[in-house]
């Protein structure tokens, strides 16, 4: 399995820099936020995102390029 690298925390979203995408989400209540990334088959590879700089949580996926079909899982406290 592909291990996310920590990435850079702007520009938020996805994007592609020709090598991988940088993945960045933001969020206050986040205690731990999953990047789920499904195959062409549909099943689901999930990758703990490495790294939070203040509210914004980030990892860059090396080889993965534009058309990716992915999603997070946000993981929080009750309040």
Request: glycine content about 12%; charged content about 20%.
């Amino acid at each position: 399995m592909i291990a996310l690298t920590p990435g850079q925390p702007a520009p938020l979203g996805a994007h592609f820099d020709g090598s991988g995408v940088n993945f960045t989400l933001f969020s206050v209540h986040a205690e731990r936020v999953e990047l789920c990334v499904f195959d062409e088959s549909g099943f689901e590879h999930r990758y703990d995102l490495p790294s939070r700089s203040g509210d914004i949580w980030h990892g860059y996926l090396p080889d993965a390029r534009p058309g990716l079909r992915y999603g997070y899982r946000v993981h929080a406290r009750s309040l």
